[in-house]
């Protein structure tokens, strides 16, 4: 069974960096594709940014240029580190892995979508102005 545990969040100021971590149980780490989505209140869930086990890598538009995803498989642990941050990034941030592998769905730029099904608790950023 694969769990999640992120840990990181906390507050900060307007145009302040924070790093999120997401600490992976799971045997096969390093052969998941692993991502990280966000969560406002009364909003949906947004997906944030992605990296397969191949270390290829999406963001959505709304971070890209401020926020880095990495992975390291010696430790089992996925990060998202937050630069720039905004009012608008306040939301509880969501580890997910993709435990069954699938080549369903693919984007406009012909990269594989990750199917995730596994989600951690949630860690929550709150970014004042």
């Known amino acids: 069974e694969v769990q999640l545990k992120e840990s990181g969040g906390g507050s900060v100021e307007n145009e302040g960096s924070l790093r999120i971590s997401c600490v992976v149980s799971?045997?096969?780490?390093?052969?998941?594709?692993m991502g990280w989505y966000r969560q406002s209140p009364g909003k949906e869930r947004e997906w944030v940014a992605d990296?397969?086990?191949?270390?290829?890598?999406r963001y959505a538009d709304s971070v890209k240029g401020r926020f880095t995803i990495s992975r390291d498989n010696a430790k089992d642990t996925l990060y998202l580190q937050m630069n720039s941050l905004k009012p608008e990034d306040t939301a509880m941030y969501y580890c997910?892995?993709?435990?069954?592998?699938?080549?369903?769905?693919?984007?406009?730029?012909?990269?594989?979508?990750?199917?995730?099904?596994?989600w951690g608790q949630g860690t929550q950023v709150t970014v004042s102005s």
């Open positions: 997910a892995a993709e435990t069954i592998y699938s080549n369903a769905d693919y984007d406009q730029f012909g990269q594989r979508v990750c199917n995730f099904g596994v």
């Open positions: 990296i397969e086990s191949d270390y290829s890598i």
């Open positions: 799971a045997f096969n780490f390093q052969n998941l594709c």
